[in-house]
């Protein structure tokens, strides 16, 4: 299941989409703006600095912003920063072998399934979330 904490991460991204490159943007404005919890933004853009993809500047003209293209990052890799490795069920993602892989017919289901969702996930970026909201 995606968490709400990716679904947070994917409008954040948005948010900073939606400025356009080189704008700076306070946390507190993108937390109003997207419905975010105040504690969770925070934590939020930590990870999304230490991947690299935003930078923050402390002061008057201090703000967060989007320096990886958006164009580059699918939502996908922002589920899979967030939650980990994306499974519709467990017995996709578990580590070890599932005990009943050899007589589950639903194997085969889940896994076409999964390598569906995957595929719209891996189409769809953060620029054509920020386009379709009007940024």
Do not use: F
């Not at 948010?15 to 975010?36: F, V």
């Not at 930590?46 to 002061?59: D, F, P, Q, Y």
Request: proline share 4%; net charge positive.
């Amino acid at each position: 299941m995606i968490t709400k904490k990716a679904e947070y991460a994917i409008a954040t991204l948005v948010e900073l989409a939606c400025q356009g490159k080189g704008s700076k943007i306070i946390s507190r404005t993108i937390a109003q703006r997207r419905r975010i919890p105040a504690n969770l933004i925070v934590q939020l853009l930590s990870i999304l600095r230490e991947a690299g993809w935003i930078a923050s500047t402390r002061g008057p003209a201090g703000g967060v912003e989007l320096v990886r293209d958006p164009d580059q990052i699918t939502l996908r890799e922002v589920i899979e920063l967030i939650d980990g490795p994306i499974g519709i069920t467990r017995c996709l993602t578990q580590d070890g072998p599932c005990h009943d892989q050899i007589s589950c017919s639903l194997r085969g289901v889940w896994h076409r399934a999964q390598e569906k969702m995957l595929e719209v996930l891996e189409a769809v970026t953060i620029a054509d979330l920020a386009r379709t909201t009007g940024g």
